[in-house]
């Protein structure tokens, strides 16, 4: 591994960031762009082609020694491909990003979503090092995950493995926006947290929560911590569903670590206990006693560390 180095980038609706890492992950140089993705996709790739060029111009790493570009992107994805199929803030659709990176750099390219790129990135640089299973949930507006099986990103027949976000929790529970009714993200993402205390108090429930003009899973956070019944209620179920969430997972996988990242995964020992003492109660003995259950590692260069390990993972 000496002396070969990667690029990552990190694709966002806000901002392209990149970097040039060895295979340790140090970071020799970075460089960051504002996406301005309303200037459609034809300007977009062209400011990714620059933060490429500047960060290679910028390490001094001779070209050469560059063997791989990880790209993390929100998805859907066809990564397989290295297609960009749609995206809520971005202008792609349909859209190759692989094959003008390739063909601008003659560097390998690898696109995956943003889910599996953390997981990736947990696996070689955080909380998952060391570990040869694990599983990845990330729990902010949505519910992402990402599996490492025997040291290898899962990624499935079309390459949608762990949209754990999609996975069925209660039959008869609310809709979510892919169609289907009682999905995870339905039921314990931020955005439904926040929706479910504002409907509640919409209700007419007495709440402290009933002061804001906008409740938000960090309101229901606070008030949950300062004691108001209906926070606390909103909240213990959702981190309910999270609970079952992970211990599906630990039933499905086995795996020796489950890491939570994302927003919720900020509200602390709450969250932890929670779904600590469900995964105790849902799952066998044997699992639930040999599969620890932590938070993300990574801090707010995680998509960027994220990609660098994609494109380390790719190269090996
Ligand atoms: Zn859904």
Redesign the pocket.
């Known amino acids: 591994m000496k002396d070969r180095y990667v690029i990552g980038i990190d694709l966002g609706g806000t901002k392209i960031s990149g970097a040039v890492a060895n295979f340790k992950g140090d970071i020799i140089s970075q460089y960051t762009l504002p996406t301005k993705a309303e200037e459609g996709e034809k300007a977009v790739l062209e400011r990714i082609i620059k933060v490429v060029e500047k960060v290679i111009n910028e390490s001094n790493v001779d070209k050469e020694k560059i063997v791989s570009i990880g790209i993390g992107s929100p998805g859907p994805l066809d990564a397989k491909e290295g297609k960009i199929i749609t995206t809520a803030n971005l202008p792609f659709k349909d859209f190759n990003i692989v094959n003008p990176l390739v063909e601008q750099f003659h560097i390998p390219a690898y696109l995956d979503n943003d889910a599996n790129v953390a997981a990736i990135g947990e696996y070689i640089f955080g909380a998952g090092k060391g570990t040869n299973n694990m599983i990845f949930i990330t729990v902010s507006t949505g519910i992402g995950g990402g599996a490492i099986l025997n040291g290898k990103i899962y990624r499935g027949n079309t390459y949608n493995a762990l949209e754990i976000?999609?996975m069925t929790l209660d039959e008869k529970g609310p809709r979510?926006?892919?169609g289907?009714y009682g999905?995870a993200?339905?039921l314990a993402s931020g955005t439904a947290i926040g929706k479910i205390a504002t409907e509640q108090v919409k209700k007419g429930f007495k709440s402290s929560l009933g002061n804001y003009d906008q409740i938000t899973s960090y309101e229901v956070f606070k008030e949950a911590e300062k004691g108001d019944i209906l926070a606390k209620d909103v909240l213990y179920k959702a981190l309910n569903y999270l609970g079952i969430c992970v211990a599906n997972m630990i039933t499905s996988f086995d795996p020796e670590l489950v890491i939570i990242g994302g927003g919720v995964s900020k509200g602390g020992s709450i969250v932890f206990e929670k779904v600590k003492e469900v995964v105790k109660t849902r799952c066998l003995k044997a699992m639930w006693e040999s599969t620890k259950i932590v938070p993300a590692a990574l801090g707010t260069d995680a998509g960027v560390k994220g990609a660098i390990a994609l494109a380390i993972m790719e190269s090996k």
């Open positions: 976000g999609h979510c926006n892919c289907n999905c993200e339905a």
